[in-house]
């Protein structure tokens, strides 16, 4: 399979996601204390249930990991990855900040990826080689002089385990200013040059997989907190920066004053 097949692949996979979960949107739900299902679950499940079944139908050999409905031959050479609704909160909340995310990896590595968002349609894809696009048209992340100049975000305090959290604080304070809330939608702010840094701990293989061919396809670069590539063994501590350059003032503010942890 070329590259360009897994693209127009998974394109479609975005399309039905997002006919999937535009109906659930900002929606008025009756039965939401009568029932467990919440609009979110509802939206989740659809969506990624579309998309399985393209997969199944269309690269049967593949291996699917899937936020909703779990794992299939992941032990395959090729798996997709699968978050249907990444940034649960904002779509809750009915802002449009959340995003479906597609992932495909190759022996452990992210090869193919797209954000995707359903009710603005902006979708940015990415892939090995290739530069990253917006709907089509190149985006590039910005250079950044100083990590003083930085805008730096991140999805919630809340998401930092034991003493991570400290370790965010000292970075934030080395930058310009921090924007909280986003999820996904972050790296794809970062990749089009509106961000110039993304930091965030805990996170799955089904949130960073997609994540990785936008965020470098568009000259930025995504690593865990050691500076080490990240793949299916990463422990979900991710740095995104639009300009590499950086990346040794963040990782050295990540560790200051503190050991290695």
Known sequence: MSLSDDLAL????????????????????????KS???PVTQADRAAEAAMRAILEKERPQDGIIGEE??????????????????????F??????????????????????????????????GATGRGT??????????????????????????????????HFSLLA??????????????????????????VEAGLKLHDIAALVPVVEGAGGRMCDWSGDP??????GK???IGDPARLDDVLEALHAGHEHH
Do not use: M
Request: with cysteine; proline share 6%; net charge negative.
């Open 230 to 235: 990240l793949t299916h063994d990463s422990d």
């Open 173 to 198: 304070r080395d930058c310009r200013d921090t924007v909280w809330g986003g999820d996904c939608y972050n790296y794809a702010l970062l990749a089009s040059g509106h961000i110039d840094l993304v």
């Open 36 to 38: 467990d299902a919440s």
């Open 69 to 90: 409905y779990g794992r299939s031959r992941e032990d395959a050479e090729r798996v997709w990855i699968l978050d249907p609704i990444d940034g649960t909160r904002s």
């Open 10 to 33: 998974a394109h479609r996979l975005a399309d039905a996601a997002g006919e999937a979960i535009r109906p659930f949107f900002r929606a008025r739900y009756e039965t939401d204390y």
């Open 133 to 166: 696009e917006l709907n089509g048209k190149p985006v590039h992340a910005r250079p950044c002089r100083e990590l003083s100049e930085a805008i730096l975000a991140s999805t919630g305090p809340q998401y930092f385990p034991d003493c991570t959290g400290e």
């Open 92 to 125: 809750v909340a009915g802002r449009p900040i959340f995003g479906t995310l597609i992932g495909l990896t190759q022996a452990g590595w992210p090869v193919v990826g797209v954000i995707d968002q359903p009710i603005t349609k902006e979708r940015w894809t």
């Open 238 to 240: 991710v740095v995104a």
